[in-house]
């Protein structure tokens, strides 16, 4: 079910004979260069700025053609977007008042990313979205490659000589316009540091989850193409695209990779698709030998020799919980430091995130949110759209322990609004 949020009457015929705009596509653009324009937004040191300049345009587009639909589930991410506003009660200074406003902008930029492509079917099919998606997959493969061999580089943006030198004595600041490549760990006893790539994000974490979410998009892809050599050059892709995620040493993301893949190959089991789940299968064996012998393992949990990241998390959570239980409906509206654990709580995890900033109620409506997607999507039993129904699936089983950022969100939430398009009109997945 979707509603239309247009006045309806004589005024609203009399501005669409005034206007041409009124009813007109929405143009394709303000939504694609998000995603095709990523390597160029990345390097002019805009990716914090650009999410929310587009996300404008967009809302000016749909203010002049008036003509907008809501889809039912929508309406609950929108719920959470006025519930943060709402958490505002708790900011009490201006720096958390920038906390709060980073944080929120976030999740108000993608829900007017899926607002537009919910009514912007004349220009946007779902080719031209998922297209957009695996470019942001091959610019975070690439950008990963050129991590491992510069991983001490950082690139100096155009935005950097804009920027007053008082803000660019803030640290968040300058890892906006002096991104780098990679993240550089060297913890106390190892002989060698550990290079995760990170870039076109600020954290290896933040890589790994995009990986995660965005890897299923490429099989989707792969399967509605036709070509032949389209399929072949991106398996291609994705096995060379292990040695950076590999390098991420990001548990989580191979659990979130995990959990969609099995919930591809049980659907395909639950339909008697015997040679689908065959070959699936022997991918799934074939990429855990490989990871075994090449040693993936072995780094990974040899890294955790040095950093104890399991149990840091567990004493932040169990920190987490408890403060927010001081203020179980609001939060507080952004991070805080915790001097006992030596780490923010309201971070580590987009569970945790939405807890401590907007109370239970707004990590009820995101979770809701999610699971009515999730629900109301059921249906689509193609190939390719199991595979974007598996990226739910996979925010699910790495919520936990990642907090998602603009593009990560943005990966969730369109991949669930293109299911729902393509439910409510009609259009193959």
Same mark, same amino acid.
């Given at each position: 079910?979707?509603?239309? @949020?247009?006045?309806?009457?004589?005024?609203?015929?009399?501005?669409?004979?005034?206007?041409?705009?009124?009813?007109?596509?929405?143009?394709?653009?303000?939504?694609?260069?998000?995603?095709?324009?990523?390597?160029?937004?990345?390097?002019?040191?805009?990716?914090?700025?650009?999410?929310?300049?587009?996300?404008?345009?967009m809302?000016?587009?749909?203010?002049?053609?008036?003509?907008v639909?809501?889809?039912?589930?929508?309406?609950?991410?929108?719920?959470?977007?006025?519930?943060?506003?709402?958490?505002?009660?708790? @900011?009490?200074?201006?720096?958390?008042?920038?906390?709060?406003?980073?944080?929120?902008? $976030?999740?108000?930029?993608?829900?007017?990313?899926?607002?537009?492509?919910? $009514?912007?079917?004349?220009?946007?099919?779902?080719?031209?979205?998922?297209? /957009?998606?695996?470019?942001?997959?091959?610019? %975070?493969?690439?950008?990963?490659?050129?991590?491992?061999?510069?991983?001490?580089?950082?690139?100096?943006?155009?935005?950097?000589f804009? %920027?007053?030198?008082?803000?660019?004595?803030?640290?968040?600041?300058?890892?906006?316009?002096?991104?780098a490549?990679?993240?550089?760990?060297?913890?106390?006893?190892?002989?060698?540091? !550990?290079?995760?790539?990170?870039?076109?994000?600020?954290?290896?974490?933040?890589?790994?989850?995009?990986?995660?979410l965005?890897?299923?998009?490429?099989?989707?892809?792969?399967?509605?193409?036709?070509?032949?050599?389209?399929?072949?050059?991106?398996?291609?892709?994705?096995?060379? &695209?292990?040695v950076?995620?590999?390098?991420?040493?990001?548990?989580?993301?191979? @659990?979130?990779?995990?959990?969609?893949?099995? !919930?591809?190959?049980?659907?395909?089991l639950?339909?008697?698709?015997?040679?689908a789940?065959?070959?699936?299968?022997?991918?799934?064996?074939?990429?855990?030998?490989?990871?075994?012998?090449?040693?993936? +393992?072995?780094?990974?949990?040899?890294?955790?020799?040095?950093?104890?990241?399991?149990?840091?998390?567990a004493?932040?959570?169990?920190?987490?919980?408890?403060?927010?239980?001081?203020?179980?409906?609001?939060?507080?509206?952004?991070?805080?430091?915790?001097?006992?654990?030596? +780490?923010?709580?309201?971070?580590? /995890?987009?569970?945790?995130?939405?807890?401590?900033c907007?109370?239970?109620?707004?990590?009820?409506?995101?979770?809701?949110?999610?699971? &009515?997607?999730?629900?109301?999507?059921?249906?689509?039993?193609?190939?390719?759209?199991?595979?974007?129904?598996?990226?739910?699936?996979?925010?699910?089983?790495?919520? +936990?322990?990642?907090?998602?950022?603009?593009?990560?969100?943005?990966?969730?939430?369109?991949?669930?609004?293109?299911?729902?398009?393509?439910?409510m009109?009609?259009? /193959?997945?």
């Amino acid at each position: 079910m979707s509603v239309d @949020i247009t006045p309806k009457g004589k005024n609203n015929r009399f501005l669409a004979a005034m206007h041409p705009s009124v009813n007109a596509p929405l143009p394709a653009w303000p939504l694609l260069t998000l995603f095709y324009g990523l390597p160029v937004i990345w390097a002019l040191g805009l990716l914090q700025f650009a999410p929310t300049i587009l996300s404008m345009v967009m809302i000016i587009c749909m203010i002049m053609r008036r003509n907008v639909l809501v889809h039912s589930t929508l309406w609950l991410w929108f719920a959470l977007m006025f519930w943060g506003v709402v958490c505002l009660v708790s @900011i009490d200074t201006a720096s958390e008042f920038l906390g709060w406003f980073q944080r929120y902008m $976030n999740i108000f930029n993608v829900g007017i990313y899926a607002l537009y492509y919910f $009514n912007a079917r004349e220009r946007i099919p779902h080719r031209w979205l998922l297209g /957009g998606l695996l470019s942001v997959w091959i610019t %975070m493969v690439v950008l990963g490659y050129l991590a491992l061999i510069f991983p001490e580089f950082r690139l100096r943006t155009p935005m950097s000589f804009i %920027m007053p030198g008082s803000l660019l004595n803030n640290e968040l600041v300058r890892t906006y316009v002096y991104p780098a490549m990679a993240e550089v760990q060297r913890p106390w006893g190892v002989e060698v540091p !550990y290079y995760r790539p990170s870039a076109p994000f600020n954290y290896a974490n933040s890589w790994g989850l995009a990986y995660a979410l965005l890897t299923p998009v490429v099989f989707a892809f792969m399967a509605r193409v036709n070509s032949t050599a389209v399929k072949i050059l991106l398996g291609l892709a994705l096995v060379l &695209s292990l040695v950076p995620a590999v390098a991420t040493s990001n548990r989580g993301m191979f @659990i979130g990779l995990g959990a969609a893949c099995a !919930y591809v190959l049980l659907r395909l089991l639950m339909r008697g698709d015997w040679r689908a789940v065959g070959i699936g299968a022997v991918l799934i064996v074939g990429t855990v030998t490989y990871l075994t012998v090449s040693g993936a +393992v072995e780094q990974i949990l040899g890294r955790q020799e040095y950093s104890d990241s399991t149990g840091g998390r567990a004493s932040l959570y169990e920190l987490t919980f408890a403060y927010t239980l001081r203020s179980p409906f609001v939060g507080y509206g952004t991070s805080q430091m915790s001097e006992s654990v030596g +780490v923010s709580m309201g971070t580590q /995890g987009q569970v945790w995130a939405l807890m401590f900033c907007f109370g239970f109620v707004g990590l009820s409506l995101f979770l809701l949110y999610v699971i &009515s997607a999730f629900v109301n999507t059921w249906h689509i039993d193609s190939l390719s759209g199991l595979w974007i129904h598996s990226v739910i699936v996979s925010a699910l089983a790495v919520m +936990v322990f990642y907090s998602f950022d603009v593009m990560q969100l943005t990966v969730l939430v369109l991949s669930a609004s293109l299911m729902v398009r393509s439910r409510m009109y009609g259009e /193959g997945l």
